[in-house]
């Protein structure tokens, strides 16, 4: 019998039980009140000697100093437990004292930078919460995003300030803030403040606006009110709402108080408004390269078009002896309306290259003069720091996903200068994208050969990249992805079977799965194959790999196979289910999935009603037939839509942007061919 003290009013959401076979690992840490804080970390058994135990505790520890020291409020609860458990449906959840988070963040074996770095800032993330969350609860789900902004942008600003990760914000303009350019660019965009009318609401609110926009925002709020008086005003806000609930306005009274600044008009602009405004930098110069005139011009997109204010800074680069480019003046200033004059950069002589929005204060597309841009296209790699180099990588993904750059140019792009990346992220990120290009933006008459002559790069690359390097495990891993011809194949061959070898790159079996994936999708694998792989390997990871590799067999009857197990019996779990899916669509010959089109929208209803939202949403969007990339999709969605009825408002949302990326995509190719 287990039997618990009454705990401090808590909000309900934020209870949980969790039982299992679990071990622990025990340690504390002392309270800036003087308080001993037990702490524990827990997993599976069979995990457990995988467990980097003492990494938590050091994250946690350095967590707990400087957000006690932050929000001037010592740690609320009386213990501090983290637990890593199967079958999550998210990355982690921040129950009070009892934070779970997927026991993918176990590693197994070699993992990349990024991966590390995304499990330090989820560990700081809940641990955020624990104030902003828990001990101070929004009173209903229209403040969703304020929780989930909150403890984004603090778990940055803590690994920045206080841990090992102090590249964080390039990370967050790579990974987070490229997520909500994206989300807010779809036709299912909303304020960031949404009306939230029921349970089924709240769901698909768990989304890019919410989470990226959210901290974005709030990211640019600490520069318009500056990050002394930010603080100043969150540590009078604990002060005075602890163990109650609050709206936004009670966060913004203080912040008005603390900074002098009006935030009314602030907040209905930024707030209760949808889309992504676009900075574009106007500027003059004389016959000696000096500059006469300098301007910002502001614009939004027809449906959104509230001008907003930013406060940012304009940085100007150029090039060193050393071939580096190197920032050599830096302007701050507010923004606003469609045209604001900078008199303080009038003078000056005109630099290499402009940067708007320098340091990634603002939330805003940036563009750059064309001479920038030739600078920045001939020089991406030279950037002496990694953020300015972050943002202009955005920009030019922002400019394949709207068409103004042909897809093949990115992929060119790309391959030339993410050797020179030192950011594990921005490298993850750039491959990500470089996927997303290949797969569904090079014209369909250039994808095969674009595609194999990618990966040949990506083997170059990886045998040119330091030994046992992170860059060498994440091009191994996006050439297994991408490989496709005899030759390429034949090398994946020689990685597992151990005949082919980079120095320093360690086949583990985490990476020995995807080596099987990989030939698994180019026929060079069967059944009896996986089977023999998932005997070396018969765990909880390996049996999610083996159902991804089974999915992906390129025959007819495999494909029917998985769609039945999938769609059809619905039995599988989770993390099964969600590996058969992404198995599925992994198809080097699109027409195994043309007989899945009109299935897929006959089943999708169904699915919807009878299954879980996350199970649902696995197959609504992972099953969309988005490769198949023809008008006839999205004339079938566009019926499929009009058909639906009007309480099926989840669905019409997945499905608006399940089309979107078709569309965007046949505009993409539109422009590359």
Same mark, same amino acid.
């Given at each position: 019998?287990?039997?618990?003290?009454?705990?401090?009013?808590?909000?309900?959401?934020?209870?949980?039980?969790?039982?299992?076979?679990?071990?622990?690992?025990?340690?504390?840490?002392?309270?800036?009140?003087?308080?001993?804080?037990?702490?524990?970390?827990?997993?599976?058994?069979?995990?457990?000697?995988?467990?980097?135990?003492?990494?938590?505790?050091?994250?946690?520890?350095?967590?707990?100093?400087?957000?006690?020291?932050?929000?001037?409020?010592?740690?609320?609860?009386?213990?501090?437990?983290?637990?890593?458990?199967?079958?999550?449906?998210?990355?982690?959840?921040?129950?009070?004292?009892?934070?779970?988070?997927?026991?993918?963040?176990?590693?197994?074996?070699?993992?990349?930078?990024?991966?590390?770095?995304?499990?330090?800032?989820?560990?700081?993330?809940?641990?955020?919460?624990?104030?902003?969350?828990?001990?101070?609860?929004?009173?209903?789900?229209?403040?969703?995003?304020?929780?989930?902004?909150?403890?984004?942008?603090?778990?940055?600003?803590?690994?920045?300030?206080?841990?090992?990760?102090?590249?964080?914000?390039?990370?967050?303009?790579?990974?987070?803030?490229?997520?909500?350019?994206?989300?807010?660019?779809?036709?299912?965009?909303?304020?960031?403040?949404?009306?939230?009318?029921?349970?089924?609401?709240?769901?698909?609110?768990?989304?890019?606006?919410?989470?990226?926009?959210?901290?974005?925002?709030?990211?640019?709020?600490?520069?318009?009110?500056?990050?002394?008086?930010?603080?100043?005003?969150?540590?009078?806000?604990?002060?005075?709402?602890?163990?109650?609930?609050?709206?936004?306005?009670?966060?913004?009274?203080?912040?008005?108080?603390?900074?002098?600044?009006?935030?009314?008009?602030?907040?209905?602009?930024?707030?209760?408004?949808?889309?992504?405004?676009?900075?574009?930098?106007?500027?003059?110069?004389?016959?000696?390269?000096?500059?006469?005139?300098?301007?910002?011009?502001?614009?939004?997109?027809?449906?959104?078009?509230?001008?907003?204010?930013?406060?940012?800074?304009?940085?100007?680069?150029?090039?060193?002896?050393?071939?580096?480019?190197?920032?050599?003046?830096?302007?701050?200033?507010?923004?606003?309306?469609?045209?604001?004059?900078?008199?303080?950069?009038?003078?000056?002589?005109?630099?290499?290259?402009?940067?708007?929005?320098?340091?990634?204060?603002?939330?805003?597309?940036?563009?750059?003069?064309?001479?920038?841009?030739?600078?920045?296209?001939?020089?991406?790699?030279?950037?002496?720091?990694?953020?300015?180099?972050?943002?202009?990588?955005?920009?030019?993904?922002?400019?394949?996903?709207?068409?103004?750059?042909?897809?093949?140019?990115?992929?060119?792009?790309?391959?030339?200068?993410?050797?020179?990346?030192?950011?594990?992220?921005?490298?993850?990120?750039?491959?990500?994208?470089?996927?997303?290009?290949?797969?569904?933006?090079?014209?369909?008459?250039?994808?095969?050969?674009?595609?194999?002559?990618?990966?040949?790069?990506?083997?170059?690359?990886?045998?040119?990249?330091?030994?046992?390097?992170?860059? #060498?495990?994440?091009?191994?891993?996006?050439? $297994? @992805?991408?490989?496709?011809? &005899? %030759?390429?194949?034949? /090398?994946? +061959?020689? !990685?597992?079977?151990?005949?082919?070898?980079?120095?320093?790159?360690?086949?583990?079996?985490?990476?020995?799965?995807?080596?099987?994936?990989?030939?698994?999708?180019?026929?060079?694998?069967?059944?009896?194959?996986?089977?023999?792989?998932?005997?070396?390997?018969?765990?909880?990871?390996?049996?999610?790999?083996?159902?991804?590799?089974?999915?992906?067999?390129?025959?007819?009857?495999?494909?029917?196979?998985?769609?039945?197990?999938?769609?059809?019996?619905?039995?599988?779990?989770?993390?099964?289910?969600?590996?058969?899916?992404?198995?599925?669509?992994?198809?080097?010959?699109?027409?195994?999935?043309?007989?899945?089109?009109?299935?897929?929208?006959?089943?999708?209803?169904?699915?919807?009603?009878?299954?879980?939202?996350?199970?649902?949403? #696995?197959?609504?969007?992972?099953?969309?037939? $988005? @490769?198949?990339?023809?008008? &006839? %999709?999205?004339?079938? /969605?566009? +019926?499929? !839509?009009?058909?639906?009825?009007?309480?099926?408002?989840?669905?019409?949302?997945?499905?608006?942007?399940?089309?979107?990326?078709?569309?965007?995509?046949?505009?993409?190719?539109?422009?590359?061919?």
């Amino acid at each position: 019998m287990w039997t618990f003290a009454p705990t401090p009013r808590l909000s309900s959401y934020v209870t949980a039980l969790i039982a299992g076979p679990y071990q622990s690992v025990r340690s504390e840490v002392t309270s800036s009140d003087g308080r001993v804080i037990p702490l524990g970390v827990f997993a599976r058994k069979s995990l457990m000697q995988y467990l980097d135990a003492e990494n938590i505790f050091e994250l946690t520890r350095q967590g707990f100093g400087f957000f006690e020291a932050q929000f001037g409020c010592p740690y609320p609860f009386e213990k501090y437990d983290q637990l890593f458990v199967p079958e999550f449906n998210a990355g982690a959840m921040e129950n009070a004292g009892a934070v779970t988070i997927l026991e993918g963040y176990v590693f197994r074996g070699k993992v990349t930078g990024a991966q590390v770095e995304r499990r330090a800032i989820t560990v700081l993330h809940e641990l955020a919460h624990m104030w902003f969350g828990d001990l101070v609860t929004m009173r209903w789900w229209n403040d969703l995003w304020l929780n989930e902004s909150f403890a984004e942008y603090m778990s940055h600003l803590a690994a920045v300030e206080a841990t090992s990760f102090t590249s964080a914000w390039t990370t967050f303009a790579s990974v987070e803030k490229s997520w909500a350019y994206r989300q807010d660019q779809l036709p299912t965009t909303h304020p960031i403040f949404a009306d939230i009318n029921d349970l089924q609401d709240v769901e698909v609110n768990f989304d890019g606006i919410t989470y990226a926009k959210g901290a974005s925002v709030l990211r640019q709020l600490v520069a318009w009110v500056g990050p002394e008086q930010f603080m100043a005003g969150v540590r009078e806000y604990f002060a005075k709402h602890s163990w109650q609930n609050t709206e936004l306005s009670d966060l913004m009274v203080e912040l008005e108080k603390a900074s002098g600044r009006e935030l009314d008009s602030w907040g209905k602009q930024w707030l209760e408004t949808a889309g992504v405004n676009t900075l574009t930098p106007e500027l003059d110069v004389d016959a000696d390269g000096t500059i006469t005139s300098f301007a910002i011009a502001q614009t939004a997109v027809p449906e959104w078009p509230t001008l907003r204010p930013h406060r940012l800074a304009v940085g100007f680069y150029n090039l060193s002896a050393a071939g580096k480019l190197e920032r050599v003046h830096r302007e701050e200033l507010d923004v606003d309306g469609p045209r604001t004059e900078v008199p303080a950069l009038v003078g000056l002589a005109r630099p290499d290259l402009v940067l708007v929005n320098d340091d990634d204060l603002a939330y805003a597309k940036v563009r750059l003069d064309p001479a920038s841009l030739a600078t920045a296209t001939a020089h991406l790699k030279d950037f002496a720091q990694s953020l300015p180099r972050t943002l202009v990588w955005n920009s030019a993904w922002d400019a394949a996903r709207d068409g103004q750059t042909p897809a093949r140019q990115y992929v060119g792009l790309i391959l030339a200068n993410v050797a020179a990346e030192t950011d594990s992220s921005v490298i993850l990120v750039q491959l990500r994208q470089l996927a997303t290009a290949l797969n569904f933006y090079v014209s369909g008459d250039h994808r095969e050969a674009t595609t194999v002559a990618a990966a040949d790069t990506l083997w170059d690359l990886a045998g040119k990249a330091p030994g046992g390097s992170d860059a #060498q495990l994440q091009f191994i891993k996006a050439f $297994a @992805l991408h490989a496709g011809s &005899a %030759t390429q194949l034949d /090398t994946v +061959a020689g !990685l597992l079977a151990g005949s082919v070898t980079l120095e320093g790159l360690a086949v583990d079996q985490d990476l020995r799965w995807e080596l099987v994936a990989s030939l698994v999708a180019g026929g060079r694998l069967d059944q009896d194959g996986i089977d023999a792989e998932l005997a070396r390997d018969n765990t909880a990871s390996g049996q999610n790999a083996a159902a991804l590799a089974g999915a992906a067999i390129p025959t007819a009857a495999a494909k029917a196979a998985a769609w039945e197990s999938i769609v059809v019996k619905g039995s599988l779990s989770n993390a099964l289910q969600g590996s058969a899916v992404a198995g599925f669509m992994r198809v080097r010959d699109r027409s195994l999935l043309e007989p899945y089109a009109e299935k897929y929208f006959e089943a999708v209803p169904g699915i919807v009603e009878n299954r879980t939202h996350a199970l649902a949403q #696995q197959i609504v969007v992972g099953l969309y037939p $988005a @490769l198949l990339t023809t008008q &006839a %999709t999205v004339d079938r /969605t566009d +019926a499929f !839509l009009a058909g639906l009825p009007a309480e099926g408002a989840a669905l019409r949302r997945m499905m608006l942007e399940n089309r979107d990326a078709v569309a965007r995509a046949l505009r993409a190719r539109a422009a590359d061919a």
